[in-house]
């Protein structure tokens, strides 16, 4: 992706040198890595190779936020820097197709995996539609993208309403409840994190082409490797999961999941249903934990996360009552 210069900073002043920038590179490089690394702690917590699934808990939503925002500023940074002078219509339609035929085929492909929570909106949809709406911010001042930025963000708060619940509109991000899907990447707010990019290329690329961090070239392997990995991202982003899932999925046939697997959750969802139906929460939580274990003894433990047969849910509900049973007894009211 040659360097096309900007329309210029926010003073109007023309982007110097048309050419590549490694760095550009080298950071979707290691955003790709980050990537990478969420959905292998992913897969571990799903493959139940770990206790809990960290990837759904609040740090790993964090992680998985930030990952996101970063690939987003830098497709804004990268618009900037392939259609700065002008929109180059070619590249630029061959771009959408490629990265729109790599979202369809993330959608068909988690749809035969996910029936009940396949990707219909996520990364990579957000990435092809939001680079056609950011065409026209290239050539607005910056200082216009940038404020168009923090509505887009702001969006959500602002005008969610349960009307926008629709289904055909859930893209839009702007409904009252989030769908069950594997990756969510809705217009709102992700596509202000686009118009930021923009905003901050147009302003910083012309400083940053001239500067010494912008003549800067990876030496060491590493360095090289990453921006070799930062020029295709999307063909890497489309293979390292199935990969990744292969993988995972061949270790737990051999070691079998984490005894511990689910544990905690399980606790968990026991005590809410046990206070919900009128149990004492000392008594619940004491039950909780007496339940799991007794699963885990009665050889049903491995089931927990499957179907019960008709034997192994009468078995399973008779040690929850004994558990319930002997918790009522041992807990002290409050």
Same mark, same amino acid.
């Given at each position: ?108 492909? /988690? ?40 509505? #887009? ?49 147009? #302003? ?17 392997? /590493? ?31 051999? /070691? ?73 007894? /041992?807990?002290?009211?409050?």
């Amino acid at each position: 992706m040659p360097i096309s210069p900007s329309q210029g900073s926010a003073a109007g002043a023309p982007c110097p040198a048309a050419r590549r920038l490694p760095v550009i590179d080298v950071a979707r490089g290691c955003a790709l890595l980050a990537m990478a690394a969420y959905h292998a702690t992913w897969d571990l917590g799903y493959l139940r190779l770990t206790a809990e699934n960290d990837a759904l808990t609040g740090p790993g939503k964090l992680a998985a936020h930030l990952i996101a925002g970063a690939f987003l500023l830098l497709v804004g940074l990268g618009l900037v820097l392939m259609n700065g002078r002008g929109v180059r219509v070619r590249p630029t339609g061959l771009r959408f197709l490629r990265i729109g035929g790599g979202a369809l085929l993330i959608t068909a492909a /988690t749809f035969l995996a996910f029936p009940d929570s396949y990707i219909f909106f996520g990364i990579l949809h957000c990435i092809a539609v939001s680079s056609l709406l950011a065409l026209p911010f290239l050539f607005l001042p910056a200082a216009v993208t940038a404020l168009a930025a923090a509505l #887009v963000i702001a969006a959500p708060h602002l005008v969610a309403h349960p009307l926008l619940d629709a289904p055909a509109l859930y893209f839009l991000g702007l409904g009252a409840r989030v769908p069950q899907t594997n990756d969510y990447v809705p217009l709102f707010p992700w596509f202000g994190l686009v118009l930021a990019g923009v905003a901050l290329g147009r #302003v910083g690329l012309p400083a940053l082409a001239g500067s010494r961090l912008g003549a800067w070239r990876p030496a060491g392997r /590493t360095g090289r490797l990453a921006a070799r990995a930062g020029r295709h991202s999307l063909a890497i982003y489309l293979v390292h999961q199935p990969l990744l899932l292969a993988l995972l999925s061949g270790l737990v046939m051999l /070691t079998g999941p984490n005894p511990r697997a689910g544990l905690a959750s399980f606790r968990a969802d026991y005590r809410a249903n046990c206070t919900r139906t009128g149990g004492e929460p000392e008594a619940c939580r004491i039950a909780a934990r007496c339940t799991a274990d007794a699963l885990r003894k009665d050889a049903l433990w491995a089931s927990s996360g499957q179907a019960f047969t008709p034997d192994e849910r009468a078995r399973a509900q008779g040690l929850s009552q004994q558990c319930y049973e002997a918790a009522e007894g /041992t807990a002290v009211p409050p």
